[in-house]
């Protein structure tokens, strides 16, 4: 399947070929790797811990979203650029099932946690490595830009954290919805 087909968008980063896919991942075909970012799982389950009432359905859209977007490029690796979780202590309480369909994700290939704002400590026991930023040839990945450089001078840099939306306004009325 092409990327037109699919809705996605060729583009090239720091002289390195992507593919922008709609439903939220960045692919670079020549390495293999999927990138996706703030998947915020279990920000229901922080937001109950809190006193506010949200249907629990969140992570496990989440996780079929990121499923699907798995099952198009079968990446050799995934990196989550941070906010994997909504809190500290999101990977503590992911029910089992979910635990379960993240591994069944993961077989396979490399799965990289990149720390972010949200979840500086990492995940608990599920597949991968945690780390604050990943160097992978001309690029850098990590949660927050920044205009430092990577190790050994690496200027191309990924990341995540912004969250860029848009929102109409009407009357006292307002929506805001991902761009």
Do not use: Q
Request: a negative charge; glycine letters at 10%; charged letters at 20%.
């Amino acid at each position: 399947m092409t990327p037109a087909a699919t809705g996605a968008e060729e583009i090239v980063v720091h002289g390195v070929a992507a593919v922008c896919d709609p439903l939220g991942g960045l692919y670079l075909p020549a390495t293999g790797m999927l990138v996706v970012s703030d998947l915020h799982l279990e920000k229901g389950a922080a937001f109950a811990r809190r006193g506010m009432m949200l249907p629990p359905y969140d992570t496990i859209a989440t996780l079929n979203i990121l499923a699907a977007v798995i099952a198009r490029y079968d990446p050799k690796v995934v990196v989550s650029l941070g906010d994997n979780f909504h809190d500290r202590r999101g990977s503590e309480y992911l029910p089992a099932n979910l635990r379960t369909m993240i591994a069944d994700m993961a077989r396979g290939r490399d799965w990289i946690w990149i720390n972010g704002n949200h979840d500086p400590d990492g995940t608990t026991d599920l597949p991968g490595t945690c780390t604050d930023e990943l160097v992978y040839g001309d690029l850098v990945f990590r949660h927050e830009p920044s205009l430092a450089t990577g190790p050994n001078g690496v200027k191309g840099e990924v990341a995540g954290h912004l969250h860029p939306s848009a929102t109409v306004r009407r009357r006292e009325k307002s929506v805001r919805r991902p761009c």
